[in-house]
T-cell receptor
């Protein structure tokens, strides 16, 4: 089945550091990938839609300059949390779906980001 | 705009008993409905989907869900629960067949007790 790989799985870093998270579709091509944020014991909040070869579409309230998204190929999207602060600590999850109608989204295993 | 409601934060069931995790939805037009499961510190795993056709959908690990248009519900069921089914379950909907993002419910934590 379709596999989405997300790396790294866990990051601990100092405040002010920029952190890059990679999301790869391993056995399929994805023109669109999605980035979610999940707070403890809460649902997934859509942050942005990543489109291959074009600018990402951000949800209301998500800072574009804070969360930089690049989707340079059909199998890779990256999320960079710039100048991270403790309030950016969270669980970030990416997803992608195979091309075609009615395909389910497949999720990466998530990245737990802890900013000290 | 579409939305999903999972009315129960927690469901407890004894091993071997049937389980139901409830989900209702609101969407304009035909709904595309999904169930996912999340284990601790992991992403979401796809269980099943309803697009069209039979109202009873069978999915992974013995789970099934019943689409009820009149009640706008899509409850997840399993005839006999396992301890390993204990996890967080999310219902999701999208309003089109295109590659648009899913809207998730808040999740229901299932605990299966031996």
């Amino acid at each position: 089945g379709a596999v989405v790989s997300q790396h790294p799985s866990w990051v601990i870093c100092k405040s002010g550091t920029s952190v890059k998270i990679e999301c790869r579709s391993l056995d399929f091509q994805a023109t669109t990938m999605f980035w979610y944020r999940q707070f403890p014991k809460q649902s997934l909040m859509l942050m942005a839609t990543s489109n291959e070869g074009s600018k990402a579409t951000y949800e209301q309230g998500v800072e574009k300059d804070k969360f930089l998204i690049n989707h340079a190929s059909l199998t890779l999207s990256t999320l960079t949390v710039t100048s991270a602060h403790p309030e950016d600590s969270s669980f970030y999850i990416c997803s992608a779906s195979e091309m075609g109608r009615n395909q389910p989204q497949h999720f990466g295993d998530g990245t737990r980001l802890s900013i000290l | 705009a579409q939305s999903v409601a999972q009315p129960e934060d927690q469901v407890n069931v004894a091993e071997g008993n049937p389980l139901t995790v409830k989900c209702t939805y609101s969407v304009s037009g035909n709904p595309y409905l999904f169930w996912y499961v999340q284990y601790p510190n992991r992403g979401l795993q796809f269980l099943l989907k309803y697009i069209t056709g039979d109202n009873l959908v069978k999915g992974s690990y013995g789970f099934e869900a019943e689409f009820n248009k009149s009640q706008t519900s899509f409850h997840l069921k399993k005839p006999s629960a396992l301890v390993s089914d204990s996890a967080l379950y999310f219902c999701a909907v999208r309003a089109s067949s295109g590659n648009t993002p899913l809207v998730f419910g808040k999740g229901t934590r299932l605990s299966v007790i031996a």
